[in-house]
């Protein structure tokens, strides 16, 4: 007869458990107005600077995003 040697199952892995905090919206709130501020001000110097609603006499703002504009598409010249 032949002798059938056993086989060690797997062995467990503790893992551990990871607490994930809760954090309010009244924190989050705030930093996500600012951010959605400064793209939308972002935005309108790439998109309509030097336009019908310049800001700004001169070319100056357009030299500054004027790689950006044709990045995303926007006609300059």
């Not at 056993?6 to 951010?35: E, N, Y």
């Not at 793209?39 to 309509?48: L, P």
Request: with cysteine; hydrophobic share 55%.
């Amino acid at each position: 007869m032949s002798a059938v040697a056993a086989v060690p199952g797997p062995i467990p892995i503790p893992v551990p458990s990871v607490a994930v905090p809760a954090i309010p919206v009244r924190q989050i709130l705030p930093w996500a107005v600012f951010v959605v501020l400064l793209g939308m001000i972002a935005m309108y110097f790439v998109t309509a600077e030097q336009g019908a609603f310049a800001l700004f006499s001169g070319s100056g703002v357009h030299e500054w995003v004027h790689d950006g504009r044709h990045l995303l598409g926007f006609p300059c010249h």
